[in-house]
């Protein structure tokens, strides 16, 4: 099932798990009219575009019945994109400081010391660090939580440092 939504003000909605966006069709309209430029005779003008205009439409249901995913052109992509990111404070935090990467590791305590300060930064009221491991690996299933040793460089003491695989702070460009 798909969600159609209409709302003046640009959507924002929090979806940790991805599903709901999964679930969207948005279709922005940003051009408008004031009531007195409004073409009254508009449907009866364009009349003769409605055979084009119908078969368009059944091609596009046929191709989303056969592929099981409603056509998105990519400008509909990004806005869906910028949306979700934009209404989710973590999400956000992500696309601006993190970046998926097969393999790499970054410890729990570093990820979330660099989240609570972006969140201090920004206003935000974070979220606890085991809740933010699991939004993380929710919204990523890629990435996973692990343990692995390393060795304390103070003390030469080998230690268990809890972290994420396929996630890194962004570098300084």
């Not at 508009?42 to 009349?47: D, P, R």
């Not at 059944?58 to 995913?69: D, G, N, P």
Request: proline fraction near 5%; charged fraction near 25%.
């Amino acid at each position: 099932p798909k969600l159609i939504l209409a709302t003046n003000n640009k959507l924002r909605y929090r979806d940790q798990s991805g599903v709901l966006t999964r679930r969207l069709v948005i279709i922005e309209c940003p051009n408008t009219l004031a009531d007195g430029k409004q073409d009254a005779d508009l449907l009866q003008k364009l009349q003769t575009e409605f055979g084009a205009f119908s078969a368009a439409c059944i091609a596009l249901a046929l191709e989303a019945q056969r592929t099981h995913k409603y056509p998105m052109s990519a400008q509909m992509i990004a806005l869906l994109g910028e949306i979700e990111t934009n209404g989710d404070a973590v999400k956000l935090w992500l696309t601006e400081n993190c970046v998926f990467e097969s393999g790499v590791f970054e410890s729990t305590a570093t990820l979330y010391s660099d989240y609570r300060q972006w969140a201090d930064e920004n206003g935000v009221t974070p979220v606890g660090r085991p809740n933010l491991r699991d939004i993380i690996s929710t919204f990523r299933p890629e990435v996973t939580a692990t343990r692995q040793r390393t060795v304390d460089p103070q003390t030469g003491e080998i230690k268990a440092l809890w972290g994420l695989v396929g996630i890194r702070l962004r570098t300084p460009a």
